[in-house]
C-alpha cells in the first residue's frame, strides 16, 4: 500500500466541530479511523480527533479515486479527508454523537499513515471502548491507551482545573515563581530521592519532596504571595492515590491567619470544580478539630458522606455493662448505615434493608474482621429480643436516630454497636484516642461493603459523570447534587509530635517548621507535655481524602531553636541540617503561613476516577516502574565511573 504525503493541505475543521448549519460548506478534516464500514458502493470511516468524531462517506460512483483508498483504510490509520457537509437522511442521525446530525460526502482521501492492529480496543462510538483488564498492558502502550475518548476527556479536564487555579491565585496577587528541583536532602517523612554530584564525588542532590523552604525563604525575600503548580518526588510505597512523581498547587503568604489561607483554598477550589461544570455551595467549608475527627469518625480525614460515630454510651447503666461484659474503660460507640437517598439513576438499584438472615451473615463476617482486634460487637437481635434488654435497645435506637434526624433508626437504617473488651487498656502506644480510630477504621469498611444499600458513594460517581459516551456534555452539577456529592472539611488543630514506638521517642507530627499554638510555647508543653501540644496545622479533607496539608510556620528563630531542641537535635545537628535556613530566620522573617493540596487527586475525584493513573499522562506502576519507557534501568559502568560509583550487591 502507497503511503500519501500530506503537502500543502491544511486542516479546515476539528472532527467535534461541526453541525447541520455548516450544510454545505467544503472541509477538510484530519485524524485516525475510529471505525470502517463497508456497504460496497458506499464505505463509511469515522474519523476521530480529540474533539470528537465525524462520519465521512465515500461513493464509488462520485469519487472512485478516494473510494478505493477507504477499502485499504483500517482502524487507527492515519487520514486526512476533503468533501462536503450534508445533513443526513431522516431516520439516519445518530442522537449519540454531537456531529450525528451529518456526514462529509469525500471528495479527497489521502492514507498518511498505516497503524498495527492496537492490542486493546480504542475506538468509543456510543458506549465505552470496553473494560481494559490488564493495566500493565494499558501503561505499556499508553501512547495508545491515552488516545481513547475518557483519557483525553480526564486530561482536557485537567488543563481546565489548573488554568482555573491559576488565574484564581494570579488574581489574588499571587506571583507564580519556580523553585529549584536539584536542592538538598531535608526530612519531609519519606525517603528522597537522590541525584549523585558528578561535579562533587560523593555529594548528592535530593529531588524535593516539596518547594517547602524554598517558599518559606521566598516569604522572607518579601515576595509576599507565592504560587507554584509544583512538581514533587517522595520514594515511598504506592497505591491508588499515591504515585512516585506528582504534582502540587503550592502556596505561602505572609501575614496570615489560618483563617486567610483558609478563603484562599476555598475560592480557588470553587474556581477548580467550575472548571468541571461542578458549582459548589456559597458560604465557609466546615471547621473540625483533630479531637473533634478522631471523636466523631475515628479518623483525621472524615469521610462525611455517611453519618458519624454516634457515642451511645448514656444508655447503658452500670448493671448493663456488667451483665453484657462491656468495657467500663471505654465508650459504646455505635456505626450508623442509612437507608439510600433517592438519586436519578435507572441502572443502579439500591439493596432493601438487610432481613434477619442477611444481618446475621453480615455480623458473622464482621466477628470475623475484628477478631484479632480488642473490640467486641454486641449483638443488638438479643437486645431486641429479651424482654429485659429491649429498653436498651430502644435508647440505643433512640440515640442513633438523633443522629440521622429521624423518628427511629432501624429497621430502615442499620446500627453496628461496639465495645472495648474488659481489661484492654485505656492508652495504647501513648494514643489516649486508639478506641475511637479502630471504630472509625471499622465504620469504614461496613460503609464500603454496604455500599449498595446507602449508595451515598454512588452520588459522587454520578455527579463526576460530565460526559455521556459519544462526548454529549452532561448538565452542570447544582449545588443541590455538589452538597450532597463534594464533603469538604477542614481539620485544625493537629498534633505537634507523635510517639514513635520502634524508637521510643518523640517525632514531629508535620515537618519541623510547623507552629504550635502560642499558649502551648508559653506553657512549656513543649518539654512538659508534648502529646499535648497542638500544632498551627491543618488539612482540607474532601469524601475522606486529604487533598492537602498546610500550616502557619515557625518566623522567630528561637523558636525554630526550641523546636529542634525538643526533638532530640542539637545546635549543633540543626545547623548542620539546616543552617542556610536558621540564619534566614535572623534577618527580619515575617509571620507567614501556606498549604500544598494535591492537583493529581482533586482532577482523579472530579473525573470520577478510582486511581490516580487514569489523571496522570505517564504514570508508574505500584513497583515505581514505567513499562512505557523501561525505567528504571541499570546503567553503563562508563556513567557509574564518571560519578564516583560502584554497585554493591547486599549479602
Not at 458502493?41 to 465525524?54: A, P, Q, S, Y
Request: with cysteine; proline share 6%; glycine share 6%.
Amino acid at each position: 500500500m502507497n503511503l500519501d504525503f500530506l503537502g500543502n493541505l491544511e486542516r479546515t475543521h476539528k472532527c467535534g466541530a461541526l453541525r447541520s448549519t455548516g450544510a454545505g460548506e467544503t472541509v477538510t478534516l484530519m485524524g485516525w479511523v475510529n471505525r470502517r464500514r463497508d456497504h460496497g458502493n458506499l464505505i463509511f470511516l469515522d474519523v476521530r480527533d480529540r474533539t470528537g468524531i465525524t462520519q465521512i462517506v465515500f461513493d464509488k460512483e462520485a469519487s472512485p479515486e478516494a473510494h478505493a483508498k477507504a477499502e485499504a483504510a483500517r482502524p487507527e490509520y492515519v487520514v486526512a479527508a476533503t468533501g462536503r457537509v450534508r445533513v443526513r437522511g431522516e431516520g439516519l442521525a445518530n442522537p449519540n454523537m454531537p456531529t450525528g446530525e451529518i456526514e462529509v460526502v469525500a471528495s479527497q482521501l489521502l492514507l498518511l499513515n498505516d497503524a498495527k492492529t492496537p492490542p486493546f480496543p480504542i475506538a468509543a462510538e456510543t458506549g465505552p471502548a470496553g473494560p481494559i483488564t490488564n493495566d500493565e498492558v494499558r501503561l505499556k502502550y499508553r501512547y495508545l491507551d491515552l488516545r481513547r475518548p475518557e483519557l483525553q476527556r480526564n486530561f482536557e479536564l485537567r488543563h481546565k482545573v489548573t488554568r482555573a487555579i491559576r488565574d484564581y491565585l494570579s488574581d489574588n496577587e499571587f506571583l507564580e515563581i519556580e523553585t529549584p528541583l536539584l536542592t538538598r536532602s531535608t526530612p519531609e517523612g519519606a525517603r528522597d530521592y537522590l541525584v549523585p554530584s558528578r561535579v562533587h564525588p560523593g555529594h548528592f542532590y535530593a529531588l524535593p519532596q516539596s518547594p517547602q523552604i524554598f517558599k518559606q525563604i521566598l516569604m522572607i525575600a518579601g515576595f509576599d504571595r507565592y504560587f507554584q503548580v509544583a512538581r514533587c518526588f517522595r520514594d515511598e510505597d504506592l497505591r491508588a492515590d499515591r504515585q512516585p512523581d506528582f504534582t502540587q498547587i503550592d502556596l505561602e503568604m505572609t501575614f496570615p491567619k489560618q483563617e486567610t489561607v483558609f478563603r484562599i483554598v476555598e475560592g480557588f477550589l470553587r474556581a477548580a470544580f467550575a472548571a468541571g461544570r461542578v458549582t459548589l455551595e456559597e458560604g465557609n467549608f466546615v471547621q473540625m478539630t483533630y479531637d473533634d475527627a478522631i471523636h466523631r469518625y475515628g479518623i483525621d480525614k472524615p469521610d462525611m458522606r455517611l453519618p458519624a460515630i454516634v457515642d451511645v454510651s448514656s444508655a447503658f447503666t452500670e448493671n448493663d455493662r456488667e451483665t453484657l461484659k462491656i468495657s467500663k474503660r471505654h465508650p459504646v460507640l455505635a456505626v450508623v448505615i442509612p437507608e439510600a437517598d433517592p438519586i436519578e439513576d435507572p441502572n443502579q438499584d439500591a439493596d432493601v434493608p438487610l432481613n434477619g438472615t442477611q444481618k446475621r451473615k453480615f455480623r458473622e463476617e464482621l466477628a470475623k474482621l475484628i477478631q484479632p482486634k480488642p473490640v467486641a460487637q454486641l449483638d443488638l437481635d438479643r437486645l431486641r429480643k429479651a424482654p429485659q434488654f429491649v429498653p436498651l435497645y430502644e435508647k440505643i435506637d433512640k440515640l442513633c436516630a438523633r443522629e440521622l434526624g429521624c423518628a427511629r433508626c432501624e429497621p430502615e437504617n442499620q446500627m453496628f454497636v461496639f465495645n472495648g473488651i474488659e481489661d484492654t487498656p485505656e492508652v495504647w502506644g501513648n494514643d489516649r484516642l486508639w478506641f475511637y480510630k479502630l471504630i472509625g477504621l471499622l465504620r469504614l469498611e461496613i460503609a464500603k461493603r454496604l455500599a449498595n444499600f446507602h449508595r451515598r458513594f454512588l452520588v459522587t460517581e454520578f455527579a463526576s459523570m460530565k460526559f455521556d459516551f459519544g462526548g454529549l456534555e452532561a448538565p452542570p452539577v447544582s449545588p443541590e447534587l455538589s452538597r450532597k456529592a463534594f464533603k469538604f472539611l477542614w481539620v485544625t488543630d493537629f498534633p505537634m509530635y507523635e510517639w514513635n514506638e520502634e524508637h521510643k521517642r518523640w517525632d514531629a507530627a508535620h515537618h519541623p517548621f510547623t507552629s504550635p499554638h502560642e499558649d502551648d510555647i508559653t506553657s512549656g508543653r513543649l518539654v512538659s507535655d508534648k502529646g499535648a501540644v497542638r500544632a498551627l496545622a491543618y488539612d482540607i479533607v474532601l469524601n475522606g481524602t486529604e487533598l492537602g496539608s498546610g500550616s502557619i510556620r515557625i518566623h522567630r528563630q528561637d523558636v525554630q531553636a526550641e523546636i529542634f531542641r525538643s526533638l532530640g537535635m542539637s545546635d549543633e545537628e540543626a545547623q548542620a541540617r539546616f543552617g542556610f535556613f536558621l540564619n534566614a530566620l535572623e534577618y527580619g522573617t515575617p509571620p507567614h503561613g501556606g498549604i500544598a493540596l494535591g492537583l493529581d487527586r482533586i482532577v482523579m475525584i472530579l473525573a470520577g476516577a478510582t486511581s490516580l493513573r487514569e489523571v496522570i499522562a505517564f504514570p508508574k506502576t505500584a513497583k515505581a516502574i514505567d513499562l512505557m519507557v523501561d525505567a528504571p534501568t541499570p546503567v553503563s559502568d562508563q556513567q557509574l565511573r564518571d560519578l564516583n560509583l560502584r554497585i554493591v550487591t547486599r549479602s
